[in-house]
């Protein structure tokens, strides 16, 4: 059973920057994507940073420029560094972890970590 556990959220000032990280139970490099979501109450998750095996990352566009994410194999973790956080980007953030099998995705999921930017 793959278990990830993200770390790192808090509160934070607007402007400030803040780190997560996502330890992963197994071997980050099985898995074809590892990814960052984040989700607002009454707002559907959505995916704002990934990373692939060969660390090709993509990013929505309300954070391309603002965070960074990226990947160390031999720590099996993941991470998110947040930079010019505001209010907009408050949110409970998810690590995912993606395996393509037989043309079907696998989705893993953290339980989450909360970030909040006070203005």
């Known amino acids: 059973q793959v278990q990830l556990v993200e770390s790192g959220g808090g509160l934070v000032q607007s402007g400030g920057s803040l780190g997560l990280s996502c330890a992963a139970s197994?071997?980050?490099?099985?898995?074809?994507?590892m990814g960052w979501y984040r989700q607002i109450p009454g707002k559907q998750r959505e995916l704002i940073a990934q990373?692939?095996?060969?660390?090709?990352?993509n990013y929505t566009k309300s954070v391309k420029g603002r965070f960074t994410i990226s990947r160390d194999n031999a720590k099996n973790t993941v991470y998110l560094q947040m930079n010019g956080l505001g209010p907009e980007d408050t949110a409970t953030y998810y690590c995912?972890?993606?395996?393509?099998?037989?043309?079907?995705?696998?989705?893993?999921w953290g339980k989450g970590t909360l970030v909040t930017v006070s203005s």
């Open positions: 197994g071997s980050i490099f099985s898995f074809d994507a």
């Open positions: 995912n972890a993606q395996r393509l099998r037989d043309y079907i995705i696998y989705n893993y």
């Open positions: 990373i692939s095996r060969d660390s090709t990352t």
